[in-house]
């Protein structure tokens, strides 16, 4: 005769089997296809994707044909895997790619991120999230309206140095902060950054956006308004259309200022914060390694990691446990929203709200 399971046992057995197929799509490495294969897809993520744990490298999407070859060989990315932009859509119809890397230019940030989450595949967006604000709500719509998972690749955010930092400041260690300073600049750029109807603007788009989100970590609050001067011009055929530098205040609710600064002409890598009893700093504080820090009381040391493999497989874990990603789509609205208020204070030369 053949046993009969009791009523009692049944639920235990379903319970076990949903268990087992909950592990193994826990333990299942997701597939990330990056979009643009420049000096950072090259350097830093693909790199980085060997070292995951919850995502690998599963295709390319590039415009050079002359990439693909050697992409092929290092990485060992299947042909039917290998993508241009006049055949992204069809990634839909690959189950082998389920999250989307856009390291793209800015200004094609929103027409990638929509197409993307339109072929139903989770997306990480390089910062800044767009050029306009009203592109990032686009973009957060579309992937909402898709059913799908939107991240900014905001990586020191998975930075110890930068955790330990943000713990000092919320955590008040050494009373309030009352006084911010943030600074990012590079003496060498070249390419489509020097482009204004690329990037969508200067060294504020690219290096300043750390300024901002180190204002926003380090003061646990948002900016209520912001003054801003544009640097002189040393080169003006390379610098056409965009600053070659800017300053900018932003001021929060409590009356904290952080005093901000950004380049194309001037290497800095700073964030500083004086507290009520002493103060804290990170230099270089947005590298892609080498982070070090100190405070009035010591050195802020931390092993150095991998940020890009620790925002990736964040990202990963977020989507196969169904949790929020902690550096969301709407992280990068309000950084982009903060971004148009300081142009626009640079222009008029008075202080703008900022919504």
């Not at 992204?88 to 197409?115: C, Q």
């Not at 002189?232 to 070659?244: L, N, R, V």
């Not at 609710?253 to 290497?267: F, I, M, R, T």
Request: include cysteine; aromatic fraction near 8%; glycine fraction near 8%.
């Amino acid at each position: 005769m053949m046993p009969v399971l009791s009523a009692c046992n049944q639920p235990a057995s379903n319970e076990k089997r949903e268990e087992k197929q909950a592990a193994q799509k826990e333990a299942r490495k997701l597939g990330i296809a990056l979009a643009g294969l420049g000096n950072y897809s090259s350097g830093q993520l693909a790199p980085a994707l060997k070292e995951t744990a919850h995502c690998y490298l599963a295709g390319i999407v590039t415009g050079t044909p002359g990439k693909i070859k050697e992409w092929k060989a290092k990485y060992d990315i299947p042909d039917n895997n290998i993508y241009n932009y006049g055949n992204f859509d069809s990634i839909k119809d690959n189950p082998a790619i389920d999250i989307m890397y856009i390291v793209l230019p800015n200004a094609l940030h929103a027409e990638y991120v929509i197409r993307a989450a339109a072929a139903g595949k989770h997306v990480i967006c390089e910062k800044p999230m767009a050029v306009t604000a009203a592109d990032c709500s686009r973009m957060i719509a579309a992937c909402k309206k898709a059913g799908v998972m939107l991240s900014i690749g905001y990586r020191l955010h998975f930075e110890p140095h930068t955790k330990e930092l943000i713990r000092l400041a919320n955590e008040k260690v050494f009373g309030p902060v009352k006084k911010i300073i943030a600074q990012d600049g590079m003496a060498k750029v070249e390419g489509w950054r020097l482009d204004k109807q690329l990037a969508g603007g200067g060294p504020l788009m690219d290096v300043g956006i750390y300024c901002v989100q180190a204002a926003r970590y380090t003061s646990g609050m948002e900016p209520i308004a912001v003054t801003a001067q544009q640097g002189p011009t040393t080169d003006p055929a390379k610098f056409k259309g965009i600053e070659e530098s800017l300053s900018f205040q932003l001021e929060f609710p409590n009356g904290l200022v952080a005093e901000c600064e950004c380049s194309y002409s001037k290497d800095m890598n700073l964030l500083h914060a004086d507290a009520e009893k002493g103060w804290f700093e990170l230099s270089p504080a947005y590298a892609y390694e080498g982070i070090t820090g100190k405070t009035s009381a010591g050195k802020i040391e931390f092993p150095g990691v991998t940020q890009q493999a620790l925002q990736m497989d964040d990202f990963a874990m977020a989507i196969k446990q169904k949790r929020p990603s902690p550096v969301p789509g709407e992280m990068g609205l309000q950084d982009v929203k903060i971004l148009e208020a300081i142009y626009k204070a640079m222009a008029s030369g008075k202080k703008e709200n900022i919504s």
